[in-house]
């Protein structure tokens, strides 16, 4: 490919990436990159510092890759070049990213023996351990069962281990922590974190190449099944038969599951009652948003972690201003380094100010169809599990009918999806009921007004 060609392709793939992600999210980790050339298949892109490579490699890496397919072909490979600032002569080849993430489906056959252990990729985070999940009172009982599976996995009554909270609270850091800890102390033990999307990938690839069985055979062959974000689940019929099916061989082999989800249990609505039963039989604990000191206290680690050095009063700064998650402390952080390291400007509170004022007003807050319920359900009064009942009351009428039209209009949920998370509705009553609740819209005032209410609320 010539110079404009790869050049010209690398600005399409910017044009995807730019749609997916928050304007100064992308202004700050992909306006710096350079595509440098392409040949044998691989992109080379030009980054100004290994800081900023790990930075993307962790966050950006799904995104990135599927852009680069989808632009340059499937299969092309990266390779990142990090310029030296201080010697600009010097470029430092980093390894390829890998191609690769979803787990290879083995076959055993009856009679011959189990795959080796190092055939295995864990897929763990690296990172993500007990020594770097900083604990605080709000999430001191969830650490202390996540510790004590991971010295007796499958010999502790929390069999599974059920973990739920909002995203960014550390329910991924947790689970992973647990998977690193018993490969340090059973290396022998076939470890395997997935995500429920990447499983439900993997479920259907096999359905269509026919290797169903497969599948299932090496899934039943796993001694600690890590499952991040069950509540992917949710509506997919064929796909929770199948893992309810590998859930019990495992559990009744002895074998250790541990799942996380957005929510608890009894709220995963358009999961069937069957697998919800069993989410239960073991230990249902709550990963709770993080208080300012315990923001401080992981903010103080990281700094020690990273051999960085940030005045105090710029961590105060971040710790009460960046109140939602874990995650968008991290992302702050990198975001001042960014900013520190392209630009050479001195890491201060005034830049600390600037970089959460500008997160504050360029990133539009996600609204889930959990946010949604549960902000109409308490515009009305209402239970949350009073909108998912049959119950033909006005007001639980209603609410589920503005949460169905809400989802719609917020979330990138299909209507067969929306329907399964409200009510256990068919698409065709989401559309319908969509397209009422507009036609009220249009001639009540007031129907218009409580809507416009709730959709502040929402915004909030």
């Known amino acids: 490919m010539s110079e404009i060609n790869h050049t010209g392709l690398w600005n399409c793939c910017l044009d995807i990436i730019r749609d997916n992600l928050p304007e100064q999210t992308y ?5 710096p990159i350079k595509p440098l050339k392409y040949e044998d298949n691989t992109l080379f892109l030009q980054v100004p510092s290994e800081f900023f490579y790990e930075y993307i490699e962790e966050k950006f890496i799904g995104l990135l890759r599927q852009a680069i397919y989808k632009v340059f072909g499937k299969g092309t490979e990266l390779m990142y070049n990090v310029t030296v600032v201080k010697n600009p002569q010097t470029d430092v080849k980093l390894p390829p990213l890998p191609t690769t993430p979803i787990p290879p489906v083995q076959t055993q056959t009856k009679g011959l023996p189990k795959p080796p252990v190092s055939d295995l990729d864990p897929h763990l985070r690296s990172g993500y351990n007990f020594d770097t999940f900083i604990e605080g009172e709000n999430n001191k009982l969830p650490r202390s069962v996540a510790e004590a599976v991971a010295l007796n996995p499958a010999k502790t009554i929390f069999n599974p281990l059920f973990f739920y909270g909002a ?3 550390g329910k991924t850091h947790l689970v992973n922590a647990i998977g690193a800890k018993i490969k340090e102390l059973y290396p022998e033990k076939r470890v395997l974190y997935v995500s429920a999307y990447l499983f439900q990938v993997q479920y259907t690839d096999s359905v269509r190449n026919n290797t169903i069985n497969d599948f299932i055979n090496f899934y039943q062959t796993i001694d600690v099944l890590i499952i991040d974000d069950i509540q992917e689940f949710a509506g997919v019929t064929k796909t929770q038969n199948t893992f ?3 859930f019990n061989h495992l559990h009744q082999n002895g074998k250790q599951l541990i799942l996380t989800s957005d929510r608890a249990p009894a709220l995963l609505q358009g999961m069937e009652e069957r ?4 989410f239960k039989w073991g230990m249902v604990a709550e990963l709770e948003k993080p208080t300012v000191e315990l923001r401080k206290n992981i903010l103080r680690n990281k700094m020690q972690r990273n051999a960085l ?3 105090p009063e710029v961590i105060d700064y971040i710790a009460e201003n960046v109140e939602d998650s874990v995650r968008d402390l991290e ?3 990198a975001s001042i380094l960014a900013y520190s390291t392209i630009y050479n400007w001195d890491i201060n509170l005034e830049l600390a100010q600037r970089i959460v004022k500008q997160g504050t007003r360029n990133e539009k807050k996600t609204i889930t169809i959990n946010d949604i319920i549960n902000t109409v359900c308490a515009h009305y009064g209402l239970e949350v599990s009073a909108i998912h009942t049959r119950s033909r009351k006005h007001e639980v009428v209603q609410a589920r009918q503005i949460a169905t039209y809400l989802a719609k209009q917020y979330t990138d949920l299909s209507t067969t999806k929306i329907g399964s998370l409200i009510g256990n509705k068919h698409h065709s009553t989401v559309l319908y009921t969509c397209k009422t609740v507009e036609s009220l819209r249009e ?6 007004a409580e809507i416009t209410e709730i959709e502040a609320a929402l915004k909030k």
């Open 309 to 311: 050095q940030f005045p």
């Open 331 to 333: 992302g702050i952080v």
């Open 27 to 31: 202004k700050t980790w992909f306006t």
């Open 167 to 169: 995203s960014g609270v």
């Open 443 to 448: 001639v009540d005032k007031a129907f218009q």
């Open 244 to 246: 309810f099916h590998i």
């Open 275 to 278: 697998l919800i039963t069993r």
